[in-house]
């Protein structure tokens, strides 16, 4: 119950200062919509190459956007050296590691909310029907996405070469989640039932219950070293 | 070691790569106590209060925080202290309230608001508990973070230069405040560069010089002319 407590503590604190500052959201905001025109003029019109990109493109999106954003996690511990605050709270720290995944996580969702409603409105696409198969895929993938990004991001927030090193270390260690997010993305926006990508789905599904539980387990190590 | 010794280093050593900061240092504070860890920049002052804050891992010896081992069982030493150091610990986009409920929410403290106001109050800061922080000078956000040990009720203050910035009345503040704390069985380590009224609250003074405790002596009566004046004997001997 303390856990669960402090854990929320920390989603306040940073849903808090997010909501106040705005700096993650609004940059991702304009990043994203920077993207799609980057992506407009490349692509053109033409409908075939969409759909056969337009998974991949996705998620390049939704990778580069959560890389900045989980980038800049432990940035708000650095000011007034509050990092030594969260190293100083007795406890269990992992809760502070649950509640920054939760944070990331929600921002994460969010964003990827607002890239998806950008590529429908560029490129005019239909995805009504797939968007329950699709939520359920980005969902899985932004957690294992989150979950790694968050240990990271608290592994290199006192390095500093952090911006080169943060995306050097992740992006490896996601090849599983791309793949298989990638892999189900394009199955699901064929139309095809998630049934038939069950084997994507359950290899992302097991990536988050590792990456949380390797999370969960390291980061009290992580934050003493 | 005295049996009611708060803190207790013995045969300290910090090692920055080739270069010793702290060798053999050991001194102990009772409860009840102040120590005033005088020094010049880099005498290891700042080193020694992170060492026993659990901040920093000793190359060799021990510390020792309310019979525990900072570096061996940091968590059990964290309850028991209240660092003030340089960073004043608080989120500039939260409210002084908000920080408040945090890091009391942080430390699984259940502290109800009106128990959080009195906290700001205590500090005299509670007619600006729903400003953000942004706006605070510097000593306004030294005084919140004076607020979060109101509540925590530590056994151990470790201060770095804990007056700095402060204006007279919150100094005064501050010296009442750490008074009643002694007179509470609290134990103080202060490392400060003042000979002044910031050193009335202290008991003992120690000088750190070469890497050691090159004086440690009860503060007596002494005044500010004559801690000067064995500040320069020692600093400049042992430097």
């Known amino acids: 119950m303390i856990f669960a407590r402090r854990a929320w503590v920390v989603v306040w604190k940073d849903l808090l200062v997010e909501r106040r500052s705005k700096e993650t959201l609004n940059a991702l905001f304009f990043f994203s919509l920077l993207l799609l025109f980057v992506f407009q003029f490349a692509l053109g019109p033409d409908r075939e190459r969409l759909a056969a990109t337009l998974p991949g493109l996705l998620w390049l999106g939704f990778i580069l956007a959560g890389l900045l954003g989980l980038g800049r996690t432990f940035v708000v511990e650095r000011e007034n050296d509050c990092w030594e605050g969260l190293l100083l709270a007795p406890g269990d720290k992992s809760a502070i590691y649950v509640g920054k995944l939760a944070g990331n996580l929600l921002l994460m969702l969010v964003v990827e909310a607002m890239l998806l409603a950008l590529f429908v409105i560029f490129f005019n696409l239909e995805i009504a029907a797939a968007l329950p198969g699709l939520a359920l895929v980005v969902l899985l993938g932004t957690v294992g996405f989150a979950a790694v990004g968050t240990l990271f991001a608290a592994m290199t927030a006192q390095v500093r070469a952090r911006e080169l090193l943060f995306p050097v270390l992740l992006l490896p260690v996601q090849v599983p989640v791309l793949l298989a997010t990638v892999k189900a993305t394009e199955a699901v926006l064929l139309g095809e039932p998630l049934g038939a990508v069950a084997h994507w789905l359950k290899l992302l599904a097991a990536a988050d219950v590792i990456y949380v539980a390797a999370g969960v387990l390291t980061f009290d190590f992580l934050l003493e070293s | ?239």
């Open chain 2, 1 to 239: 070691m005295a049996p009611d010794a708060l803190v207790r280093v013995s045969g300290l050593r910090k090692a920055f790569g080739g270069h010793r900061v702290l060798d053999g240092v050991t001194l102990e504070v009772r409860a009840g106590e102040a120590l005033a860890l005088l020094g010049a920049n880099g005498a290891g002052k700042t080193t020694l209060l992170r060492i026993l804050a659990t901040l920093a891992r000793p190359t060799r010896g021990t510390a020792w925080v309310a019979g525990h081992d900072c570096a061996r069982d940091p968590e059990r030493v964290r309850p028991h202290i209240g660092l003030v150091a340089h960073g004043s610990y608080v989120y500039e986009d939260l409210t002084a309230l908000e920080n408040l409920r945090f890091w009391t929410g942080l430390a699984g403290l259940g502290v109800p608001r009106t128990d959080l106001m009195a906290a700001l109050a205590a500090v005299e800061l509670e007619r600006f508990a729903g400003e953000r922080v942004r706006t605070f000078s510097a000593g306004m956000k030294r005084r919140l973070s004076l607020a979060r040990f109101v509540l925590a009720r530590p056994r151990v203050l470790l201060l770095d230069e804990p007056f700095a910035g402060l204006d007279q009345r919150a100094k005064k503040w501050l010296e009442e405040h750490l008074q009643a704390f002694k007179a509470g069985g609290g134990a103080i380590v202060m490392a400060t560069h003042s000979f002044g009224r910031e050193l009335a609250v202290a008991d003992r003074i120690a000088i750190l010089a070469g890497g050691g405790i090159a004086l440690d002596t009860p503060r007596g009566s002494r005044g500010a002319d004559e801690i000067a004046r064995l500040y320069r004997l020692y600093t400049e001997n042992g430097a």
